[in-house]
């Protein structure tokens, strides 16, 4: 497992538009259907990344506990599954109902909304205010495989209360860490 920073969108960035495929539902979604009042969690993860497995269980935890206040979540895979078929659609469609994500998982085929957002690895996070502006980027804690700190999101919580409250969100953001994003070879 390669350890693959964020490249950090600039804060303010409107966020890139998208419609893809829900692995979940079966039907094609937009970020204009699934942003949320408040807020919008935009998340690049897939199945298989023990950084994302690290995190899943407390991820859903916040997704169940954010929703509620107007804050949207949805995650993206851009995993190239030719050589990496675990992160196909339809095992995506089984992770997501085994792990019980509360949120669209959405499939990046052509892997340009991935490049749309710079994003790098997974976890890679983006939160974006009620105007789709970039207010967060970052890691979603402190914790990370084999580390022994506590995965607790403190991180996207804080960006996330800084929004429902009205309040900036600060800027000094730590990046994500993860696998990196498994880009398909030019000629495939």
């Known amino acids: 497992m390669s350890a ?9 960035t409107l966020a ?3 419609e893809l495929y829900d692995t979940v539902s079966g039907k094609v979604k ?3 259907l699934l942003k949320g009042d ?3 969690v ?3 993860i897939c199945n298989h990344c023990p950084y994302v497995l690290h995190i899943n ?6 997704a169940n506990t954010y929703q509620p206040k107007g804050v949207s979540f949805v995650a993206i895979s851009s995993n190239d599954v030719t050589n990496y078929p675990q992160d196909s659609p339809e095992r ?6 085994h792990i019980g994500y509360p949120f669209p998982y959405l499939y990046d085929e052509s892997q340009n909304v991935a490049r749309a957002y ?3 690895c997974t976890p890679d996070i983006f939160v974006f205010d009620a105007a789709l502006r970039c207010a967060y980027r970052g890691q979603f804690d402190a914790s990370r495989p084999k580390n022994d700190i506590p995965v607790t999101g403190k991180d996207l919580k804080n960006a996330l209360d800084c929004l429902i409250a009205g309040r900036p969100v600060p800027t000094d953001q730590i990046p994500s860490i993860g696998c990196n994003i498994k880009w398909k070879n030019p000629s495939d």
Do not use: N, Q, Y
Not at 57 to 62: G, S
């Open 57 to 62: 269980t407390t991820l859903v935890h916040l």
């Open 16 to 18: 890139p538009g998208f």
């Open 4 to 12: 693959t920073p964020s490249t950090m969108m600039p804060l303010g």
């Open 92 to 97: 995506m469609k089984s992770h997501a109902e």
């Open 38 to 40: 408040l807020a919008t």
């Open 42 to 44: 935009v998340m690049f």
């Open 118 to 120: 710079d994003a790098a």
């Open 30 to 32: 937009s970020l204009d």
